[in-house]
């Protein structure tokens, strides 16, 4: 249950942020997030939205699981490429854990 609550905020949250190119009601967004995860869609809505794996990433940085913030991080660059933010992420992460050659 806690899963999908985590999912659906992610979810209403980059599609509201303009920077992720959200726009829209959240109510409605909220709503189709949770429709979507209900169908087995998470994925598939997520990865539309780059800035998610991203957000997510942040979440698992923060409460120590960097294995899984890694993999979200890789995930939003390998999605789109040329987003220095998401590089960014990653470096602090690595930057975080004394790896400092892989932060440049």
Same mark, same amino acid.
């Given at each position: ?23 829209? *009601? ?18 598939? =809505?997520i990865?539309?939205?780059?800035a ?19 993999? *979200? ?18 470096? *602090? ?8 050659e892989? =932060?440049?």
């Amino acid at each position: 249950m806690r899963r999908r609550w985590v999912f659906a905020a992610i979810f209403a949250t980059v599609l509201t942020t303009p920077a992720c190119g959200g726009e829209g *009601d959240i109510e409605a967004l909220y709503e189709a997030g949770t429709q979507l995860h209900k169908k087995g869609l998470s994925a598939k =809505a997520i990865e539309k939205y780059h800035a998610a794996y991203d957000r997510r990433g942040a979440s698992y940085q923060d409460i120590g699981q960097t294995n899984r913030a890694f993999a *979200d991080y890789n995930e939003a660059i390998r999605l789109e490429p040329t987003n220095a933010l998401f590089r960014n992420d990653r470096g *602090d992460l690595y930057n975080t854990l004394g790896r400092y050659e892989w =932060a440049l």
